[in-house]
C-alpha cells in the first residue's frame, strides 16, 4: 500500500481494524467466560443469562465485523464466500491491508 493510500483511507482502515479487535477480544476472553460458567455451576446457579449475554456479544461483533467494506474495492472487507476470516489483514477482495506494513507482524 502507498503513502496516499494509507491516508485516504486511513480511518475507514482503522475502524475495520477496530472492529476486528473487538471480536478478537471476545476470543481471548472465551477462557474467562468458561470459568466464569464452572463457578456458576458449582455454586448451583443459572448460567442462562451469562450464555445469552455472551452469544449476544459475539452476534453483534461478529455482525459488525462481517458487514465492514473495504474503502478501495467496496467489498466486504472480511467475508470472501460465506465465512468471516477473522484473522486476515487485507481484503478479501482487492488485498487492501490495514497493517501499514502487511510483512511486520504487529
Ligand atoms: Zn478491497
Not at 476470543?27 to 452469544?55: A, S
Amino acid at each position: 500500500m502507498n503513502p496516499s493510500e494509507q491516508e485516504q483511507y486511513g480511518r475507514q482502515l482503522l475502524q475495520i481494524k477496530r472492529a476486528r479487535s473487538r471480536l478478537m477480544v471476545c476470543f481471548l476472553t472465551f477462557p474467562l467466560y468458561v470459568v466464569g460458567v464452572t463457578q456458576l455451576l458449582n455454586n448451583g446457579q443459572d448460567i442462562t443469562w451469562l450464555m445469552l449475554v455472551y452469544m449476544a456479544i459475539y452476534a453483534v461483533f461478529g455482525i459488525g465485523m462481517s458487514s465492514r467494506r473495504c474503502p478501495r474495492c467496496n467489498q466486504h472487507f472480511f467475508v470472501k464466500h460465506y465465512f468471516l476470516n477473522p484473522f486476515r489483514r487485507n481484503c478479501a477482495h482487492c488485498g487492501l491491508s490495514f497493517v501499514a506494513n502487511p510483512g511486520e507482524p504487529q
